[in-house]
């Protein structure tokens, strides 16, 4: 969930993020991601009670800046398999079977573990480096 370094704008991350981001769009392609990824960035601001952060990642994510993604029953279906094969967490296996039933040619991670699956229905797995897995 690489969205939340450019949202909180991490000075190690966000400019590895906003590179990603800029390639994806000079080659015509979408940006997508699970409503739940909305849900687990706005969980901080609630927490903190940050009023405007919140009214800020929510506009971000209605601007059509990236494709949100239902959380369907073929969704749900994929999460099962994900979470019954691999050891991932139930966040992880979210975005994983969103991302595969959409059939996404690249997932984007932080996430060492995450990058040397071979999940069906994702082409490749990337780190924040550009390295192909």
Do not use: C
Not at 26 to 32: A, D, F, I, T
Request: no cysteine; charged share 20%; proline share 4%.
């Amino acid at each position: 969930m690489l969205f939340i370094y450019l949202l909180e704008a991490n000075p190690q991350f966000a400019p590895k993020v906003e590179r990603i981001q800029k390639q994806i769009e000079n080659r015509g392609h979408q940006l997508v991601t699970s409503v739940f990824a909305v849900g687990e960035i706005l969980t901080g601001p609630r927490k903190t009670g940050d009023h405007d952060a919140v009214a800020a990642i929510q506009a971000w994510f209605r601007s059509g800046a990236v494709d949100l993604l239902p959380f369907t029953v073929e969704t749900a279906d994929r999460y099962s398999i994900l979470r019954s094969k691999f050891n991932v967490r139930q966040a992880d296996a979210i975005h994983l079977a969103t991302a595969a039933v959409k059939g996404v040619d690249v997932f984007v991670t932080n996430d060492e573990h995450l990058q040397k699956l071979q999940i069906p229905g994702i082409t490749f797995m990337v780190g924040l480096d550009g390295k192909v897995f």
